[in-house]
């Protein structure tokens, strides 16, 4: 599947680094959140988007919501810019 970064944003939250990494897709579009340790340990979550439902889900789930909120309205605005509907 060939994919086509969009945008990339980080923010640091204490001791942690998070990245939302947004791309286009060949089946339409996808945003990994990486949480990365201070001792470098990363975990990679892959989130396949349909609908914006799939995005409002994972974001409600995340435990950073409020502090990522600026950069998930950023990944819901692209998706809204390109027709992706509820």
Do not use: C, W
Not at 2 to 31: A, D, N, P
Not at 32 to 41: A, G, H, K, V
Not at 45 to 60: K, N
């Amino acid at each position: 599947m060939m994919k086509s970064l969009v945008f990339e944003r980080g923010l640091s939250i204490g001791v942690e680094h998070i990245v939302l990494s947004f791309f286009k897709t060949t089946r339409g579009f996808s945003l990994e959140r990486r949480l990365i340790e201070r001792d470098q340990t990363a975990y990679v979550q892959v989130l396949p988007i349909a609908a914006l439902r799939d995005l409002d889900r994972f974001s409600v789930a995340d435990p950073y919501s409020k502090e990522l909120a600026s950069l998930y309205y950023e990944v819901r605005r692209h998706l809204v810019e390109n027709r992706v509907v509820e």
